[in-house]
């Protein structure tokens, strides 16, 4: 009973707001001046918007000046610290904090910054709280750790129907991403300038887009490997064999990067996925293969987020990435049906690849077989060979389960 009085109320939140946005106050935006960090040249990627973010202030007496203008304190929810990380640490760049209403509809609706530059999803900061006000100084805390500060610019009711629809391509409250903005996000967005203070400790390590950079190659292509999920052998050959591609040039490396910040309810936690990664990273040490972690909350967007993630490596140095079939795709809870067809993400990157400065590298289809171990579908098509399959539901099951997964 409690559930279904929780999506009543969903439903009636995404009916309320499918009206036109009712602004409270919407003062423009400034954006501050930020600093290139030192590091920018030590990959050739070219950061998104041409200067990579670092808002983190380097000195105890600067930290302290911030927290001492605040006014008001926060918790932030896992979904909100992964956002603050990444704008603070500029995986976000070229963005400085919480997008205003402006910027918010700008790429709810155009894909886009208010300046025409390519944007994926929206990154707001939410709340039900009727006392916080454009002007209010807010320190950001993860628990007792001081994360960031906040000068709010604006406060504003979205139209999270439109909203989800524009973003997600549907309102249905099935679809974990519709079903995030009605029933976890609070009832007013919010923008404001984040002064960055210190980055979450996590169980996983997520070193910021600077110190990877640092890390890579500069004369080489750098294709990224993005996952939610726990890594398993067919990830392993998909990443490796991308390599191959004819799309990457000569000694490309490959950086696996992960996500490990909240996703879909049904999903294996972050530190379960991390560890999988680093056992895999133990037993293939390659120099062709770098391994990080992201603090991102996924919104199971397909076409919309595969630009996002695109974006985010990007910043990190990426000059590739690699697209699967039905990337960040979704189905839903109640029909099972898929929101978004197998190779959707796939064409969008390959629309918005040269505009944002990202190749975009399709994933070979891959199947095991009883004969051959590892081929193309299509090889084993030809071939007649039997193809083993497990689904990524079955493989999460078996993991639950402490089953052994099979090659």
């Not at 193309?376 to 990524?392: F, V, Y």
Request: proline share 6%.
């Amino acid at each position: 009973q409690t559930t279904t009085m929780k999506l009543s109320l969903a439903l009636l939140s995404l009916a309320a707001t499918a009206s036109a946005f009712s602004s409270i106050s919407t003062p423009a935006r400034s954006m501050a001046s930020v600093r290139a960090a030192t590091q920018l040249e030590a990959a050739k990627q070219t950061p998104h918007g041409g200067t990579l973010v670092d808002l983190i202030l380097k000195s105890d007496d600067a930290k302290a000046a911030a927290v001492a203008a605040t006014t008001k304190e926060l918790q932030l929810t896992p979904r909100q610290l992964c956002d603050v990380e990444l704008v603070m640490n500029g995986g976000f760049s070229p963005i400085t904090g919480f997008m205003d209403e402006a910027t918010y509809k700008s790429v709810v609706d155009d894909l886009a910054l208010p300046d025409g530059l390519i944007f994926g999803l929206p990154v707001v900061f939410d709340t039900d709280d009727e006392d916080l006000s454009p002007g209010d100084i807010v320190l950001l805390k993860d628990g007792d750790r001081n994360i960031a500060t906040v000068e709010f610019t604006d406060k504003f009711l979205p139209n999270k129907a439109y909203e989800t629809l524009k973003c997600y391509g549907t309102s249905e409250i099935e679809h974990p991403g519709a079903l995030m903005v009605a029933t976890e996000r609070g009832k007013y967005y919010m923008g404001g300038k984040i002064t960055g203070l210190d980055l979450p400790v996590r169980d996983f390590p997520c070193k910021t887009p600077a110190e990877v950079r640092e890390t890579l190659p500069d004369d080489v292509d750098v294709v990224a490997f993005q996952c939610r999920n726990p890594v398993h052998r067919a990830h392993y050959e998909l990443f490796t064999r991308a390599l191959d591609d004819p799309l990457i040039g000569a000694d490309g490396v490959v950086l696996v990067h992960p996500t490990c910040g909240p996703t879909q309810a049904d999903d294996i936690p972050g530190v379960v996925r991390y560890k999988t990664y680093e056992v895999l990273k133990e037993e293939t040490k390659n120099d062709r293969t770098r391994w990080e972690y992201l603090p991102y909350s996924m919104h199971m967007a397909g076409p919309r987020e595969a630009i996002q993630h695109m974006m985010i490596r990007k910043n990190f140095g990426c000059t590739h990435f690699i697209i699967g079939r039905d990337m960040a795709g979704s189905k839903s809870s109640i029909t099972g049906e898929d929101y978004y067809g197998a190779y959707d993400a796939q064409d969008l990157a390959k629309e918005k690849g040269p505009e944002l400065g990202v190749i975009p590298v399709p994933s070979l289809n891959l199947v095991y077989t009883d004969e051959e171990g590892y081929v193309t579908a299509d090889e084993a098509k030809e071939k007649n060979l039997s193809e083993k399959k497990l689904s990524g539901t079955k493989f999460r099951q078996m993991l639950r389960g402490g089953e052994d997964i099979p090659e």
